[in-house]
């Protein structure tokens, strides 16, 4: 018994650890965009802010980062969905003997780094405009030098291999017969696959469409080569976040996460209704009973917790206009003052006391006292020469 | 002959329009997205870096300097080994490879336990909670595990406050929230293909091999182990191939003083503007990284076809 | 209507690879025939009717409808339509959207695509079921709204590949009866693609028997029951008893066997060898259990067989006697419930006998496997 309740408890703490490892980070991460402190962290808890919203939408590198984004994306999307759906259909019909190789080769994309694909997309068409000869500001030799061109091509390169799965896996459910059926009465092939076939499909070209969108929009390490002179809104993160962190990128991620819950938490009632309604069809479960609640919570927990979410969203959004983060912050600064303050005297008395006993004991702690015609330049020091005591002098000054 | 046969049975069964438009479009992905594109780069890698002028002029020959950059350095007397790109190889390769392990032990007993209990509506959450992160772009996963591991992050907050630690730990310094960073950003391509096995795995061979007494430990080194392995394999083979490939974590994450492998790809690109150089070095990634797979997936016995199921 | 047209292999072969699927068929179906394709499966059957419809090329030879020669020409250009043995309606259309689908993509009005589907819904009984979908409708009802999708495009010929193998019994002897109902109105040449003799021999006009992409026998129903002349036909279709053994003495049509175990039988050579055996030949002689009948007389002469009863099954309609003749012969009789209580009590002796017309006698050959 009591091995049994062990096992329950270490399976119990493995969870934790395993959801908090990867949800934890995101959830400290959404936090800091509303502490007002420069530095994204949680603790200290400055205060409750909004500020950080509004830097990010005053970011113009931003904007125009999601701009680009979105316009990658919908090539991305476009490109890949139809090469991927082609490659699944190709694999369907290809000789059994080539079938191995031809699904290694399409399915390599996932595998090759995507830094690789990025530099390889690079050379090929940098390569492809010499070979063509095009002339220095020609539009072909703009189209291959282009990041956006180049960046939708080199996505599309290992996203059609994500849409290719999707597709595969739905395609295993089709029945050849019915586009024989299709032809047998009279329709090209052009018509079987527009009335038979993309409809058959349609649900999976929707969800590889979003896929593909995603995969797009994320991506950094491919990008990063083809984009060239362009910005995607992960170009642009990657360098802020290299340059320096500060809480206008956890607002963004903030809503970012926000979206991806909506989302995902639709796509799972929508799987429901879609998997009650096929029961009711077939008779094995009844129509839903009229109930309290509307049909799109009903037996959704997932969707509970988000609409409460959303209330306590609204709850904070509307407290937001009476509460005034600024005098918050006022208060906040001038507690910091007061501890600064604080600390300076504190040192002061420190050195005070040191001075004398240095004064008594000789020159042993300075052993060269920094010359005094450094001292007001301030900051060529290694570290702004904030060590430096004089500093702290000159700043009470201030 | 037999080839003409096949593409003629193909338009055949997919009429001249329609045969065309996939034959063009499954070819435009595979010649130009794929095969050209890392042929061209495998040609790049043996040039020299020349100024536009001198391209296709008489010093434009192959050569093998930009491997021999790698392991010589610009050592032209081949004395002395590149040690310090080197070494960024060994590290890349080895901690890619310890990443991936770290990932199988921490997703097996997940994967087992959301494969195992089948289909309640608390699995379905579960499953919707991994999935989020997964779709939160890659940059800020790691900016997110920056903020905590930080020097004044979250995490030495707490363990200062906890008194485990006086001062502050350089997590970032010491690189351990590089290999965090890089176990959490791959962490659910491990996780859903072993998922998908164990699913697919019947309960009742498990509940016989209870049965038959065989020790909990035995249950799964005998049947769940063995049945999962084509997922453990599709997850590990993703996760080593894009921790070693990874940039974006090591771009945020890692310290200053140590590199990754794609990080000296992309100074040669970016920062030294030698393309070629660049190149050859994405060409020893990669190949690497594929022997080291395909070597792993031949000594357990595994298929090219399981990947990606 | 439009009235049948003819169809006709000449010496079709379909291979895939090594593997020789048809072999050398050659058949003329005559124009409005109801014409059958039976054989067990894996015989070739369907692949037969998957190159009259199109959907593969022969390997060698000629199909040829109402005279035209098919080679190059894709299903969607072919007068035929094919019922398939899934049925294959498109699951996300409505019925009368399936049924009008060939004038959909010919173009057709929605107005006119739904008065003609109206028409076919009411000719097979489905009158107001047009704004269902294919999931709604019972297995009876699937299969005549893929009948009518089929006429709907008004095809010279109807393909039909075991259209009724998904139901269960009695729907499937209703929809016999339908079937050639539905034919008797459209006047149309049907090919049938079976593996069940009921079938086959209730409704078709002619029969082939197909073995492993061989067509042993092409006639009426009648005749390939009464004269098989394979003996892969006398068993695979009816139930046969067999009798082996050489030729005696052959006189016209009729010859004389001396088996081994039952003595001297005589018996018709089945019409398609009448000349072709000769005296010592290895030979088979086929006597079904409904020819054989009981015997006052003793057991002597050369149509009558001796033999113990073993037991009896009680069938309904008839009664079914398992003897055991001379030498451990397993010999199978059925007799018509007339009334009778029994037959026959266990070990007791019977003598039979039979009209040598109703026994066939042929060359040695392949038997059904069953």
């Known amino acids: 018994m009591s091995s049994t309740a062990l096992i329950r408890i270490a399976l119990g703490a493995y969870f934790v650890i395993f959801f908090s490892y990867l949800l934890g980070p995101l959830v400290v991460m959404s936090l800091t965009a509303f502490n007002s402190s420069a530095f994204p962290s949680v603790s200290p808890w400055a205060c409750f802010t909004y500020e950080w919203f509004e830097v990010l939408f005053n970011d113009k590198s931003i904007r125009q980062g999601i701009y680009y984004s979105v316009i990658i994306g919908l090539g991305t999307v476009v490109l890949s969905v139809s090469m991927g759906l082609a490659a699944s259909i190709v694999l369907t019909q290809i000789w059994p003997r080539l079938r191995s190789t031809y699904y290694t080769m399409i399915i390599a994309p996932i595998l090759i780094p995507g830094v690789v694909l990025g530099i390889s997309t690079l050379v090929f068409w940098d390569r492809v405009g010499d070979f063509l000869g095009v002339s220095e500001g020609s539009l072909l030799d703009l189209l291959f030098h282009n990041g956006i061109f180049l960046t939708i091509l080199g996505q599309s390169s290992f996203i059609a291999s994500y849409a290719m799965l999707v597709f595969v896996a739905r395609l295993q459910r089709f029945d050849p017969g019915l586009t024989e059926a299709a032809l047998d009465l009279g329709a090209t092939h052009t018509q079987a696959f527009r009335k038979i076939m993309l409809p058959f499909m349609r649900p999976a070209i929707a969800s590889a469409a979003v896929l593909a969108f995603l995969a797009s929009f994320e991506n950094y390490n491919t990008t990063t080569f083809t984009i060239v002179d362009y910005k995607t809104l992960t170009t642009v993160l990657a360098q802020k976040v290299r340059l320096g962190i500060n809480p206008s990128i956890s607002s963004l991620a903030f809503i970012i996460i926000a979206l991806t819950i909506f989302v995902a938490l639709a796509f799972e009632a929508n799987r429901r209704n879609q998997a009650r309604k096929n029961a009711v069809k077939e008779g094995k479960a009844s129509t839903p009973k009229k109930g309290f609640l509307p049909p799109f919570l009903r037996g959704n927990p997932a969707a509970i917790v988000f609409v409460a979410l959303a209330f306590v969203a609204i709850g904070m959004v509307g407290t937001a206009q009476q509460y005034s983060p600024e005098s918050c912050k006022i208060q906040y600064q001038e507690a910091k003052q007061i501890e600064i303050q604080r600390r300076i005297q504190e040192l002061q008395q420190k050195r005070k006391i040191r001075d004398q006993s240095g004064a008594r004991n000789g020159p042993d702690i300075f052993v060269t006292p920094p010359p005094k015609k450094v001292q007001p330049e301030g900051g060529s020091g290694a570290f702004g020469n904030v060590f430096d005591p004089g500093n702290l002098n000159s700043d009470k000054n201030n | 002959m037999k080839k003409k046969m096949i593409f003629s049975e193909f338009f055949k069964n997919n009429g001249v329009v329609m045969g065309s438009l996939l034959m063009g479009l499954v070819g435009f992905w595979l010649v130009f997205l794929i095969v050209l594109p890392q042929l061209s780069m495998l040609d790049y890698s043996f040039r020299f870096n020349l100024p536009p002028a001198e391209q296709g002029g008489p010093k434009d020959v192959y050569t093998l300097s930009n491997y021999q950059q790698l392991i010589y350095g610009s050592d032209t007397t081949r004395q002395t080994y590149n040690t310090v790109d080197l070494m960024v190889f060994v590290r890349t390769i080895i901690a890619a490879m310890a990443v991936t392990i770290f990932n199988i032990f921490l997703c097996y007993p997940l994967a087992y336990f959301l494969g195992q209990s089948k289909g309640s509506g608390f699995v379905r959450l579960l499953v919707v909670l991994l999935i989020i992160p997964y779709w939160i772009n890659e940059i800020l996963r790691a900016f997110a595990l920056r903020i905590i591991f930080g020097d004044s992050g979250l995490l030495n907050e707490a363990l200062m406050l906890l008194h485990l630690t006086r001062e502050p730990i350089d997590f970032i310094r010491q690189d351990i929230a590089l290999y965090a960073g890089l176990g959490y950003a791959y962490i659910l391509l491990m996780l859903f293909p072993m998922y998908n096995v164990i699913e697919s795995l019947d309960r009742n061979q498990i509940e016989a091999a209870r049965d038959m007494g065989a020790s909990w430990l035995r249950i799964h080194r005998r049947i769940v182990i063995p049945h999962a392995k084509p997922g453990i394999a599709s997850g590990a083979t993703m996760v080593f191939m894009l921790s070693a490939g990874a940039l974006a974590a090591p771009q945020i994450l890692g310290g200053p003083s140590s590199l990754w492998f794609t990080q000296l790809v992309y100074q040669w690109f970016n920062d030294s503007l030698n393309w070629q150089q660049g190149a050859a070095y994405a060409i020893v990634l990669l190949a690497s990284t594929i022997i080291i797979v395909l070597t792993v997936m031949k000594a357990f016995k595994v298929n090219m076809g399981d990947i990606g199921k | 209507m439009s009235s049948g047209v003819a169809i006709d292999l000449e010496n079709v072969w379909i291979k895939f690879g090594d593997f020789v699927a048809v072999r050398e068929a050659n058949v003329n179906i005559n124009g409005g025939d109801f014409f059958s394709f039976l054989g067990p499966s894996g015989c070739g059957k369907t692949t037969i009717l998957r190159a009259i419809s199109g959907f593969l090329e022969p390997s060698d030879g000629r199909i040829l409808i109402g005279g035209a020669d098919m080679a190059g020409i894709g299903p969607n250009k072919r007068p035929t339509a094919l019922i398939f043995q899934n049925l294959a309606l498109f699951p996300l259309m409505k019925v009368w959207e399936n049924i009008a689908f060939s004038m959909e993509v010919a173009g057709a009005s929605a107005a006119e695509r739904r008065k003609r589907a109206d028409e076919l819904l009411d000719m097979i009984a489905l009158d107001g079921q047009g704004d269902k979908l294919p999931s709604e409708l019972s297995g009876g009802q699937k299969q005549r709204v893929a ?224």
């Open chain 3, 147 to 370: 009948i009518a999708r089929a006429l709907c495009a008004n095809p010279d010929v109807l393909l039909l590949d075991e259209p009724l193998s998904a139901l269960d019994l009695k729907l499937r002897q209703h929809m016999r009866t339908e079937l050639r109902e539905i034919r008797r109105r459209v006047g149309i040449t049907f090919i049938y693609i079976t593996h069940d003799q009921g079938e086959a021999l209730t409704m078709s006009d002619t029969v082939a028997v197909m073995k492993s992409g061989v067509i042993d026998q092409i006639d009426t129903g009648h005749n390939i029951y009464d004269h098989p002349s394979t003996p892969f036909v006398a068993s695979f279709v009816g139930e046969n008893n067999l009798f082996r053994g050489k030729i005696k003495q052959i006189s016209g049509n009729e010859a004389v066997i001396s088996t081994r175990r039952s003595g001297d039988l005589l018996a018709q050579i089945t019409p398609s060898q009448v000349g072709k055996l000769s005296v010592g030949n290895e030979a088979m002689l086929f006597i079904r259990p409904e020819a054989l009948e009981l015997s006052d007389s003793k057991a002597t002469g050369k149509t009558s067989i001796s033999a113990n009863v073993v037991n009896q099954e009680f069938e309904g309609n008839s009664f079914s006697v398992f003897l055991e003749g001379d030498g451990g012969k397993q010999i199978k009789m059925s007799v018509p419930n007339l009334g009778q209580d029994n037959i026959a009590a266990a070990g007791e002796n019977l003598s039979l006998r039979y009209d040598a017309a109703n026994a066939v006698v042929m060359p040695v050959g392949e038997l059904a496997s069953e």
